[in-house]
């Protein structure tokens, strides 16, 4: 069965490749920065003065220190690459399409400028079938520019923003040959509801649905051609489940373009959702005189979609939105994440309870929807803004980014919403009535939705918590209209201006309060912060809301404040603290293992390293816990029962103790009376050796692609515990084909060294050794596999 998958898809590989192919174009760059900005023919020339940097996409114009030292680089940069086109070629209509590279670029061709484009997040295609040199030596170079500018939204300046934007050409370049009769693009053809493939479902259910698409094909030639569109859905096993059995052809003038439109019925359709992603494979044909110049093909989810102010529902269900933000950065690389690094991240949404998450306050990778649409989560695409209204070039701007976002991302089935708003500023009225009119231009269907933070002309209400006044916030909200708490839980406690019910809450210490806690603050302040979560996310139940999404899944840096925004329920290397494992308990567990991120789970949060621990925190989705300490049990509970808890699917289990007394806590967790899960803490010990691990979250590290994975190296006691208290120096060394990204000397915190590791070109083994002084060293082989 496997063989004949294989065979398949190789095949579709090898006919797709003989009459178009789009190339990923991220080897064999050259990069430098800081120099003479002005154009001169020496930039276009190999052997000029310059000293170039050999680079592969994607790529940061600047490594930046996981801590903020100064402010982010800002400043010109230049990437060129040199290529040769075959003579057989000519004639076909030939682009590069940059998925992301911040945030202004001028785009030459030999020397040539034919591309301008304002605006880091989203794509933008060059068409250069009449600049190519045939059978001999290109250049292509383009000049970045990621210096303030006030008409490129976000606009507002790095040093007034709530995160960063970094620098580089930091996403996929692709080069596209095609037919001059092709399927076109998207977002360069720059049409309303128009460009390349659209796609839609109609009359969903278990039973049937209705496929509609729109293919938008495109005749860059100086004669009419007639050309026809066959279309193929297949299941994941390659299996042919629907097709268009009588191809319509159309006459397209020259230079021109026509829309094909078919309908397609699906019997007994598998539908896609959070709990079952089940993806098919959409191949859709170009066709002239009966053979096939041009395809495309897409993954594509069937489901259906409806948003009301009482409920969301999907597929007919009711699903209450459990949600969190993200913002896509990495530390040293910035935003310069390989597709493999975006999955890692959607995979830790999911892993973390997650099933939905906010793209904010930007247009994240496409690599990044991907792996939303495969693993299962919901998604608010958001156009980029914070805290900032330009003038009429930057609104022009974000309309076309609005615009641009939708093109891109339309046939996602993760997305749901489409969050046209400017986040957190004061938009006009006018505005908002014009990108929520541009949301349902470009998606004219009665399952779409706008969103925004302001409760004027969008679909769907997107107020953050804090937004609302204590104590009612929200929960009074008396409009006929969908409403999302698209942020929580930070804010609020941040500014102490919230006013919560804890009995702990009162005797804290302004630091202490808060949900800004990295895990070197320690447990008393982990655990704060994962009740401030939990507070804050069962309050938000007792309204009318479709769901809520916390302020957010992992910490990051920003332009105006010096110190890591440490609110994230894992760290800026991807490491859990507390509150990770409350949300994870409030997913249901399948004693049946049919879904990896559904399973029975319980975490003691607590090191039972403090004299003087009289309770122990416990999350689980488990019905009863029993806990022992050095093997005396200290009673089974079922979950607490209180003001912070009425609302949750699973409420934390809290064990008090009468005298701490170290040694081992045990904790067993039942379901139906049968034990499906244990977990055992020890109280730390004197440190004496290090012990590395990888994170690979569903990806092997892939040679060729600039992946990068984080390497743990863990300060552990003689029990294989680790000391939270550690701060050892850890020194690593690598051997293979492969770069540290971070120092090579770095300091644990709370017990964990962290370094970056980027796969070199070459797969195979790569050795990591990781030593300091009194503790015994670890070493471990990690094996990076061949890119397709």
């Not at 302001?454 to 409403?483: C, E, M, S, T």
Request: net charge neutral; aromatic share 12%.
């Amino acid at each position: 069965m496997f063989k004949s998958i294989f065979v398949y898809f190789i095949s579709l590989l090898f006919i797709h490749s003989s009459y178009s192919q789009t190339q990923l174009f991220n080897q064999d760059w050259e990069f430098v920065k800081d120099i003479d900005t002005a154009i001169n023919p020496t930039l276009f020339e190999r052997n000029s003065k310059v000293v170039w940097q050999k680079i592969s996409i994607p790529h940061t114009a600047n490594i930046e220190p996981i801590e903020k030292v100064k402010q982010q680089w800002q400043g010109i940069a230049f990437y060129r690459k040199f290529f040769t086109v075959s003579a057989t070629e000519k004639g076909k209509h030939l682009a590069f399409k940059f998925d992301g590279a911040m945030q202004e670029a001028d785009v030459y061709l030999n020397g040539k400028k034919v591309l301008n484009h304002k605006g880091g997040y989203l794509p933008f295609y060059v068409n250069v079938t009449d600049g190519i040199n045939y059978g001999s030596e290109n250049v292509i170079l383009v000049k970045l520019n990621n210096q303030d500018n006030p008409i490129i939204p976000p606009g507002k300046p790095i040093a007034d923003l709530d995160f960063n934007y970094y620098s580089g050409i930091y996403r996929n370049v692709w080069f596209i040959k095609k037919n001059q009769l092709h399927i076109s693009d998207a977002v360069a053809a720059n049409r309303k509801a128009g460009g390349g493939l659209l796609v839609h479902y109609e009359n969903v259910t278990s039973s049937s649905a209705t496929l509609t698409l729109q293919t938008e094909v495109e005749n860059g030639g100086d004669l009419e051609r007639t050309a026809s569109i066959r279309t193929k859905l297949f299941d994941p096993n390659g299996k042919l489940v629907a097709s268009n059995n009588v191809p319509i052809a159309i006459d397209i003038r020259e230079n021109d373009f026509e829309l094909f439109t078919q309908v397609i019925e699906i019997q007994n359709p598998q539908l896609w959702s959070p709990n079952l992603p089940y993806l098919y494979t959409l191949k859709v044909e170009v066709l002239e005189n009966g053979k096939v110049i041009d395809t495309e093909q897409i993954k594509t989810g069937i489901r259906s979609l409806k948003i009301e102010a009482s409920a969301l529902t999907l597929n007919g269900e009711k699903i209450v939105i459990r949600g969190t933000n993200r913002h896509q950065e990495y530390p040293y690389v910035g935003n310069a994440l390989s597709d493999q690094a975006q999955y890692r991240d959607a995979y830790k949404i999911k892993q973390a309870g997650f099933n939905f998450v906010r793209s904010s306050h930007y247009p994240h990778a496409n690599s990044f929807l991907d792996a939303c649409d495969e693993l299962g989560i919901l998604v608010m695409d958001a156009i980029p803004g914070w805290q900032f209204v330009g003038k009429e070039a930057f609104t022009e701007n974000s309309y076309q980014d609005t615009r641009d976002m939708i093109r891109r991302d339309r046939n996602h089935p993760s997305i749901i919403m489409w969050e046209a708003s400017l986040n957190e500023s004061g938009m006009s009225k006018a505005y908002m009535k014009k990108t929520h009119q541009i949301v349902h231009e470009e998606l004219p269907f009665n399952d779409t939705y706008s969103a925004g933070w302001i409760d004027d002309a969008y679909d769907v209400f997107l107020p953050a918590r804090q937004h609302g006044k204590y104590p009612v916030y929200w929960k009074n909200y008396q409009k006929n209209k969908p409403l999302l708490i698209a942020e929580y839980g930070d804010w609020e406690y941040y500014a102490g201006n919230a006013g919560f019910n804890q009995k702990e809450y009162q005797n804290l210490n302004k630091e202490e309060k808060s949900s800004r806690q990295l895990r070197a603050f320690g447990q008393k302040r982990l655990l704060q912060q994962a009740l401030n979560y939990q507070e804050s996310h069962n309050d938000n139940l007792n309204g009318k809301a479709i769901g809520d999404a916390n302020w957010l899944i992992f910490d990051y840096k920003r332009g105006y404040a010096d110190d890591i925004e440490s609110s994230g329920i894992m760290d800026i290397v991807r490491l859990p603290k507390f509150a990770f494992y409350f949300y994870q308990s409030q997913l249901n567990p399948n004693l049946k293992g049919e879904n990896e991120f559904n399973k029975p789970m319980l975490s003691i949060a607590n090191y039972w390293s403090n004299i003087g621990d009289s309770t122990v925190k416990i999350y689980s989705n488990c019905e009863e816990v029993e806990l022992f300490l050095n093997g005396k049990s200290l009673g089974k509970q079922k979950p607490d029962q209180d003001k912070n808890s009425n609302n949750l699917k699973h409420p934390p289990f809290t064990f008090s103790i009468n005298e701490f007394t170290a040694g081992t806590l045990t904790a067993l967790g039942f379901i139906n009376n049968q034990e499906v899960i244990k977990q055992v803490v020890k109280t730390p010990e004197k440190p004496v050796k290090i012990n590395l691990r990888v994170d690979f979250s569903g990806k092997n590290l892939k040679a060729g692609t600039n992946d990068v994975v984080f390497v743990y190296a863990e300060v552990l006691d003689a029990n294989g515990t680790i000391i939270p208290a550690a701060n050892h120096s850890i020194e690593f060394e690598l051997q293979g084909d492969a770069e540290n990204i971070a120092p090579k000397l770095v300091k644990a915190e709370a017990g964990i060294a962290t370094i970056l590791l980027k796969a070199g070109n070459k797969p195979g083994k790569i050795k990591v050794t990781a030593k300091s002084e009194g503790l015994n060293q670890a070493q471990l082989k990690i094996k990076s596999v061949k890119s397709n």
